[in-house]
């Protein structure tokens, strides 16, 4: 498990990228789910950065729940919900994915709503395996599948162990590599359906960086 030091220290890498960066368009990844999982969904972007996908979502009229650790991120995004207000609903929340009672508490407005609306939800998880340790990511699973109904969506894309060797434009903060058979059986076990599973390069290229990533599209059975 990671330790409150490099914790402490994560979180202050985060905030200060956060302070410096500004990413308006959306992600590959984004642009395909919302290609293969057309209808009414609540979109739930766990570990949502500066919201490029989060807003993206919204201004196709989904409604989006934003959640990240990082203060400097959710404040930023909360005056952009003012500035361009997009045709979804959209809002943002600080949680620590490692505190299950905070992550419950979001799940429980998420469901309520899906409930009423008559939509389902897609658990939206861009590059955010990877940035948390293994302890988290249970804790993460375990509160996701106990707190979301059947028929929600899980998709993910994340870096694998076959990206430890290649370069890095950024690679001064934690970061661990998945293995994705055993990252599948985790998901499968807790009753998820994994409908689609790709692996390898030419995912989501950013200037001379072409990480080795997973995607997963799964279903809550």
């Known amino acids: 498990m990671i330790s409150d030091k490099l914790i402490h220290k994560n979180s202050n890498y985060w905030d200060n990228f956060y302070k410096k960066q500004l990413i308006n368009k959306e ?7 919302r290609n293969e999982l057309q209808g009414d969904f609540i979109v739930v972007d766990i570990g949502c950065g ?18 990240d650790g990082s203060e400097e991120a959710i404040s930023t995004n909360k005056k952009r919900v003012e500035q361009i ?3 979804g609903e959209v809002y943002f929340s600080k949680v620590d994915l490692s505190d299950q009672k905070s992550l419950q508490e979001i799940l429980t407005v998420v469901t309520s ?4 609306e008559n939509k ?7 590059f955010l395996l990877h940035a948390i340790d293994v302890e988290t990511e249970k804790i993460l699973l ?8 059947i028929g ?7 870096r694998t162990a076959e990206d430890a060797v290649r370069s890095k434009v950024y690679d001064d903060h934690y970061r661990r590599f998945v293995e994705t058979d055993t990252f599948l ?9 994994v409908n689609k599973f790709y692996k390898g390069t030419g995912f989501s290229i950013y200037k001379d960086e072409d990480p080795f990533l997973a995607r997963v599209i799964a279903e809550k059975r």
């Open 113 to 116: 709503k899906a409930d009423l």
């Open 27 to 33: 992600s590959s990844f984004c642009k395909k789910i």
């Open 142 to 149: 375990d509160t996701l599948v106990e707190n979301t109904p």
């Open 50 to 67: 500066l919201g490029r996908d989060s807003f993206s979502f919204a201004e196709e009229g989904y409604d989006v729940f934003g959640i």
């Open 85 to 87: 207000r997009p045709i």
């Open 185 to 193: 059986v985790e998901l499968i076990n807790r009753g998820f359906s």
């Open 120 to 126: 389902r939800i897609i658990l939206y998880l861009r």
């Open 152 to 158: 929600t969506c899980f998709v993910a894309e994340f």
